[in-house]
């Protein structure tokens, strides 16, 4: 290929290249994106924690909520209420007893709810819980003892003992809750 100028970005522009595409009905590329199928733009809320706060935060799909202790919970019945938008944009809000959690077909909502009530450790902020996580949807049910099984191994073939270390502690913490049931 021969070299035939300068490009506009300021690199060469290549004889035989393809004109750039102009936007279509005069939208950005992002507005187009976001455009597919009806899709809603995606956009995230970040709620700020307050001290009655077990849990706020957000994932990668645009999932963002925060979890209270309900007003009637108890010790033999520990009750949430996560409230916040889905992937969607939706608002949303739940009633999670804790004690019905099952990690082996749990959302990712129930998990944080588990997560911050049960008090596992948190290393240097990073999350108790798989990786993949980042991509759940707020009604995605996965099993996080088998999430944990793989990211154990994934991260024991990459050599990363401490990490690996710390998921198996995170793992062990889960069925404990488990065996109390």
């Given at each position: 290929?021969?070299?035939?100028?300068?490009?506009?970005?300021g690199?060469?522009?290549?004889?035989g290249?393809r004109?750039?595409?102009?936007?279509?009905?005069?939208?950005?590329?992002?507005?187009?994106?976001?455009?597919v199928?009806g899709?809603?733009?995606?956009?995230?809320?970040?709620?700020?924690?307050?001290?009655?706060?077990?849990?706020?935060?957000?994932?990668?799909?645009?999932?963002?909520?925060?979890?209270?202790?309900a007003?009637?919970?108890?010790?033999d019945?520990?009750?949430?209420?996560?409230?916040?938008?889905?992937?969607?944009?939706d608002?949303?809000?739940?009633?999670?007893?804790?004690?019905?959690?099952?990690?082996?077909?749990?959302?990712?909502?129930?998990?944080?709810?588990?997560?911050?009530?049960?008090?596992?450790?948190?290393?240097?902020?990073?999350?108790?819980?798989?990786?993949?996580?980042?991509?759940?949807?707020?009604?995605?049910?996965?099993?996080?003892?088998?999430?944990?099984?793989?990211?154990?191994?994934d991260?024991?073939?990459?050599?990363?003992?401490?990490?690996?270390?710390?998921?198996?502690?995170?793992?062990?913490?889960?069925?404990?809750?488990?065996?109390?049931k």
């Amino acid at each position: 290929m021969n070299v035939n100028g300068i490009g506009a970005a300021g690199y060469p522009a290549l004889q035989g290249a393809r004109k750039a595409q102009q936007n279509v009905a005069g939208k950005s590329f992002a507005e187009s994106a976001n455009n597919v199928a009806g899709a809603k733009p995606h956009t995230s809320i970040v709620y700020m924690k307050t001290d009655d706060m077990l849990y706020s935060g957000c994932n990668g799909t645009g999932l963002s909520f925060y979890i209270k202790y309900a007003e009637g919970s108890t010790e033999d019945d520990p009750t949430v209420i996560a409230k916040g938008v889905d992937e969607n944009g939706d608002e949303f809000e739940q009633t999670i007893h804790i004690n019905k959690i099952n990690p082996k077909c749990a959302s990712i909502v129930e998990m944080r709810a588990l997560e911050a009530h049960t008090g596992v450790k948190k290393l240097g902020g990073f999350t108790s819980l798989p990786l993949e996580t980042g991509a759940m949807g707020l009604n995605d049910r996965m099993d996080f003892m088998d999430m944990f099984q793989k990211q154990i191994s994934d991260m024991k073939l990459l050599s990363q003992k401490r990490t690996a270390a710390y998921y198996q502690y995170s793992m062990q913490a889960y069925w404990d809750f488990m065996n109390k049931k």
